[in-house]
């Protein structure tokens, strides 16, 4: 079973700067993509960026320029470092990794982090 460990969350302010991190384990199977989405109250969950395991990157336009996602394929760890923060990137950030078996995608999630700006 795959698990999904994230760490970074918290509260500050606007300007400032953070860094998530997620660690997988347990999977007997390479991992493809790994990315990072968020949820703000009252919205739906909406990527924020995501890395193939080539290091191919995408990004939602709302925070293109301000965070890079990164990861670490050796420690099955990707990383967002989050700069400038606004106060509308508040949301429960969750982790993502998609796993191939064969033809067949699965999909993990990490259980969020909060991440709170203040204006």
């Known amino acids: 079973q795959v698990q999904l460990v994230e760490s970074g969350g918290g509260l500050v302010q606007a300007g400032g700067s953070l860094r998530l991190s997620c660690a997988a384990s347990?999977?007997?199977?390479?991992?493809?993509?790994m990315g990072w989405y968020r949820q703000a109250p009252g919205k739906q969950r909406e990527l924020v960026a995501a890395?193939?395991?080539?290091?191919?990157?995408n990004y939602a336009d709302s925070v293109k320029g301000r965070f890079t996602i990164s990861r670490d394929n050796a420690k099955n760890t990707v990383y967002l470092q989050m700069n400038s923060l606004k106060p509308e990137d508040t949301a429960v950030y969750y982790c993502?990794?998609?796993?191939?078996?064969?033809?067949?995608?699965?999909?993990?999630w990490g259980q969020g982090t909060q991440v709170t700006v203040s204006s």
């Open positions: 890395i193939t395991s080539g290091g191919s990157t």
């Open positions: 993502n990794v998609a796993i191939v078996v064969v033809t067949i995608p699965y999909d993990y």
């Open positions: 347990g999977s007997r199977f390479s991992i493809n993509a």
